[in-house]
């Protein structure tokens, strides 16, 4: 068992124990008990129940008087934790879990992107710009384009002023980083640039159907590639 390290043990012992939970390690075995995980991972009991209480909050434990604590089924785990889906996809690169998110950014960036194109400030407006430019810049750099990547989808979530479709922000984070190395991997390329410049420009004049279409057909790209993929890895 790898202990938790760095200064806040609360986090690390966090870190380790969602992953092992996720990654099954207490699917056939009861859970242990606070002291047993104290003593497991080195630290107090202070630190252990705050940590299993963070772990209940996004859904993987439950705790119960007389009945201690348990795992619960994946079903309950709360996949709008950035936390969460990083182990799940950190467990198992998954292409249908990939497919599944890349359903949800289909339905959530296109309508962020036409919010921005109506109601995002000029700053708002100008951090597009300045991400898309970025693109540009590090295009020939595989892990600096992921990143200006990464900024360019989170400033439009951002710009649609729209505070539920900001709070994705973690979880799109997290998840484009599988999606975008995959994607970039199958292709042998990185992420379309006039593509991408076609979202921006449909922003920066104001037009809100062309951005809702530049938006989609970037992740409809996504879904094609990973329909591919499953073809080729059935099971996956």
Request: charged share 20%; aromatic share 6%.
């Amino acid at each position: 068992m790898n202990r938790p390290n760095g200064r806040n043990l609360t986090y690390g012992m966090l870190d380790s124990l969602g992953r092992a939970i996720i990654t099954g390690a207490y699917q056939d075995i009861p859970f242990p008990t606070e002291a047993d995980l104290a003593t497991l991972y080195g630290v107090s009991r202070s630190v252990t129940r705050e940590a299993v209480k963070m772990l209940t909050a996004k859904g993987l434990l439950s705790a119960r008087p007389r009945q201690g604590t348990s795992v619960r089924p994946e079903a309950a785990w709360n996949l709008f934790d950035a936390d969460v889906l990083r182990w799940l996809l950190e467990r198992k690169f998954s292409l249908t879990l990939l497919r599944q998110f890349s359903e949800l950014r289909v339905t959530i960036e296109p309508a962020a992107a036409a919010l921005a194109a109506q109601a995002g400030n000029k700053a708002a407006l100008a951090q597009i710009a300045a991400s898309y430019r970025r693109m540009e810049a590090h295009s020939g750099s595989p892990e600096e384009a992921l990143d200006a990547d990464i900024v360019f989808h989170i400033a439009i979530l951002e710009a649609s002023g729209n505070p539920f479709y900001a709070q994705f922000r973690d979880v799109v984070e997290t998840a484009l980083r599988t999606s975008i190395r995959f994607t970039n991997r199958f292709q042998g390329r990185t992420a379309s640039l006039p593509a991408h410049k076609a979202v921006a420009d449909a922003i920066a004049a104001r037009d809100s159907e062309g951005a809702r279409s530049a938006m989609t057909a970037i992740i409809a790209d996504v879904l094609v590639l990973i329909a591919e993929g499953e073809r080729q890895a059935p099971g996956s």
